[in-house]
């Protein structure tokens, strides 16, 4: 009878720098409760301008491979299909009902994450290209929580390409 220790040599390695970034695009978002305050106003700036939030562009702080950005910061609307629109203006949208609902597992049908109609969450929010790359979305005067679980679903499928049957069930 034999027995082996297998050991990995330790020390050998340079340390890993974790980041987010490591896992490819980052959204962000911010809301604005107070648009009015300028206490607000002076916290806004300070987390929309340079160095922005996290630690990727701050001086003497660099990440070798993940370099910041020089990006202009203009917010824009991402574009949605006429049939969106057309869906987000043919109904009379409440605060207890913001946008179209989803379809959460059922007793014949089990699912991982809800199936989102096109317009759940409502129409795409402003959002900017930050220079630390990271996709920054405004949800001032938004239902955070429903654009949050009704976005989120999409989010995790476009960033895994899964096959549908690994996340659902029957």
């Known amino acids: 009878m034999i027995f082996t220790l297998i050991v990995p040599p330790f020390g050998e390695y340079p340390s890993l720098t ?5 896992y490819g695009q980052q959204f962000t978002f911010f809301s604005n409760e107070r648009p009015g305050s300028e206490q607000m106003a002076g916290l806004a700036d300070a987390f929309l301008n340079k160095p922005g939030f996290g630690t990727r562009c701050m001086k003497d702080e660099p990440l070798l491979k993940y370099p910041c950005k020089n990006t202009t910061n203009e917010w824009t609307l991402p574009q949605v299909s006429a049939s969106v629109t057309n869906l987000l203006l043919a109904h009379q949208w409440t605060s207890d009902d913001p946008s179209p609902s989803c379809q959460c597992s059922t007793k014949n049908k ?3 994450l809800p199936e ?9 929010p402003p959002q900017r290209v930050q220079s630390s790359t990271d996709i920054l979305q405004d949800l001032t005067e938004r239902n955070i929580s429903d654009f949050l679980v009704k976005t989120y679903p999409s989010l995790i499928r476009s960033s895994f390409i899964l096959p549908k049957a690994l996340y659902a069930t029957t």
């Not at 974790?18 to 490591?22: Q, S, V």
């Not at 989102?116 to 795409?124: D, I, K, L, S, V």
């Open 110 to 112: 089990l699912i991982m």
């Open 18 to 22: 974790l980041h987010p970034w490591i």
């Open 116 to 124: 989102c109609p096109e317009g759940a969450g409502g129409r795409p």
